[in-house]
């Protein structure tokens, strides 16, 4: 590992044990290159091949890239939810706390304010237990694009982050499909100057060395896949973690609300560790026990 010294040492040193790389990977991407019912239909139909007959067993599509400082991650998928039901909860910013809320490194979420002046103070930090004030803070403004009949649009945005971090973008658009279906564009993406790099690259010589993403480079002596590392895996896995926590806290809200919790931690950890290899991080008990202390403290707080 490359020695590092003088002002940017502490940050990454703490960055490293903090598990940076999962705040770097929360980044999400805005600019959609297939916006507007018309766009998103046409990439369903483009992508309905690779949805339907994938490693993943369930209609999904990853793609990522990387272009100058800033790593980009997108994920296509069919949600087995009507529509309206779908448009109807991601139009909530506390629906959105709610899902933000089930990746391990998610401390704390908070819907604050009201119509286009909305933000979510959240909270990023450690895979393990960790006081939600000793996290990162990342303060996302919310911003309501469409929400229309036939397409649903919105968007997360934050300025910066930690560790020279910036243009955080979460977007999500979805539009219905057939048989009570919705074909759902969840993308991200961040910025990062020398700070975010050096984290990074010590998380990927470190804890981060031998973790990969989804997409398939190649094939190796043994005619296996070959998945993607390096930033594009981080993304990638961060990516899955977010359209995980989407589809779990639609599925929790088929359940009586005094359910609905344990449903949707539930839901999260099973759906994760189907992809053991690129996901695993603890054991069930952990993750609830976790989870269930930082709900109950957000829920204490928005009382």
Request: proline residues 5%.
């Amino acid at each position: 590992m490359t020695f590092i010294s003088g002002p940017w040492a502490g940050a990454i040193r703490a960055a490293a044990k903090s598990g940076a790389a999962c705040v770097l990977g929360l980044a999400a991407l805005g600019a959609q290159a297939y916006s507007g019912p018309a766009g998103l239909q046409s990439k369903y139909a483009e992508l309905r091949g690779q949805l339907s007959d994938n490693n993943f067993h369930r209609p999904l599509y990853i793609e990522s890239s990387e272009a100058g400082d800033t790593l980009k991650g997108d994920i296509y998928a069919v949600l087995d939810y009507p529509f309206a039901s779908v448009s109807s909860t991601l139009k909530n910013p506390a629906d959105w706390c709610d899902i933000m809320l089930l990746p391990f490194n998610t401390k704390a979420c908070r819907a604050q304010g009201g119509n286009e002046q909305t933000t979510l103070q959240v909270r990023i930090g450690r895979k393990s237990g960790q006081a939600a004030q000793d996290a990162y803070p990342l303060e996302f403004r919310w911003q309501p694009i469409a929400l229309k009949p036939d397409y649903f649009e919105s968007r997360l945005v934050a300025a910066k982050g930690p560790i020279g971090t910036r243009d955080y973008d979460i977007s999500v658009s979805v539009v219905p499909l057939d048989g009570g279906h919705t074909f759902m564009h969840l993308s991200y993406s961040y910025g990062y100057g020398f700070a975010g790099r050096m984290a990074m690259q010590t998380y990927l010589a470190t804890t981060g060395a031998e973790k990969v993403g989804f997409s398939v480079s190649g094939k190796d002596g043994n005619g296996q896949p070959v998945y993607i590392g390096g930033v594009r895996g981080a993304i990638e896995r961060t990516a899955m973690r977010y359209y995980l926590a989407i589809d779990a806290h639609l599925a929790s809200l088929k359940v009586p609300p005094d359910q609905q919790l344990e449903k949707r931690l539930q839901t999260w950890f099973n759906s994760s560790e189907r992809y053991a290899r690129q996901l695993h991080e603890m054991d069930r008990a952990t993750y609830v026990t976790m989870k269930l202390g930082e709900y109950g403290r957000q829920q204490a707080a928005a009382r």
